[in-house]
């Protein structure tokens, strides 16, 4: 995951492992837990104590002396921070094969994010429906992402489409992308932009394999 | 990301900043770095030196005093204790939009990885051609796992047909699973799986618009 954040403060590895810690408390709330330590929040994302509490430092004072966090309340203050304590109103840019399967993925709306509007270029494309989602020619970017106050947009177009699109988005006054098209944006400093590196996940799978095979 | 690794001695953690590590290393070499300190490393993924020294120590000694780490050299290491030293054939199961997206997913050979043989049960789909690559009914994977020493899996079926698929894996002595179906998986321990969690990234976006617009 590549990101450029426009706050150089909050280091990205920090804003990433906000993410991790609201799933470990996510998780650990539907198992019937309500509190948990520093340390053993840490333990389970493999960082110590320590920077669990300098991660959080940098937003606030949140746990308790005695207690440590308590769960509920720490995942409401991470979604503040994050932002996602309301749902985002998501663009879809690129409507082939990748988008369809992001239309129909259902892991967004859980943590905050609705894909609200759908959009392509190509005229065999424009005017299907998938999920329920008619497509809009790109052209109409600008006017939908006003009307709906879209600020984000998952970019799943080919490598030779995505700056053009990008220009778009630019003018659409989209304000974050993901990335998954495999080549680097030109972009204006302003607009975030997190790409998609799936090697990463396979990479880890790669490490449990050739442990297995080396015991 | 959720992951269980057969050793519990390396957190997961760890293993993800090797990724993490890895990409750096590999984008300070394109620019022309041969060398880094752990604190100028650990600066650009917002941990400490100590940390970055603490995640290497698990896997050996890399460090040159008064040096740092010699970037190619590390970027080898890592990929040795990753194992994407060599290239891993991997096994797609399941062809539909997201599948093919997949297919045509550059990031994967880059790091290591093939897509040497895709399978699914949908008679529509069998028989086709996507990227070059024919796809073989889900029955012949065992067959074709053996014969092209598959280990690695990388299910994008839906939900509704992901145990099903697991079933036939196991049965095909895949130990490593990439799983972009949305359901938690019966598997037998020995196997690892990674989901994919595309909220996560989304997360991060919303973070960097949300403090821009309070700038």
Redesign the interface.
Known sequence: ???N???PN???????R???Y??ELQQLLRVGNDTISSSKLG?R????DT?VRKDFAYFGQFGYPGIGYRCEELIEQIRK????DRT?P?ALVGC???G???L?????G????KVDAAFDIDPQIVGESYEGLKVQHLQHLPAVAEAHDI??A?L?VPASAANQAVDVLVQAGI????NFA?VTLNLPK?I?V?G?????????????????VN?
Chains 1, 2 share one sequence.
């Open positions: 995951m590549n990101s954040f426009p706050d909050v280091p990205k590895a920090v804003v990433s906000l993410s991790l609201l799933r333990r994302l493999g960082v110590t920077q921070i994050l932002g996602t985002w998501v082939g094969n990748l369809q399967a992001l129909g993925y259902r892991g967004f859980k943590q905050g994010f600020k984000l998952i799943a304000t974050g992308i993901l495999p302003a975030s997190v998609v590196d799936l090697a990463m996940e396979l990479e880890q799978l790669a490490f449990a394999v050739v442990k297995q015991k």
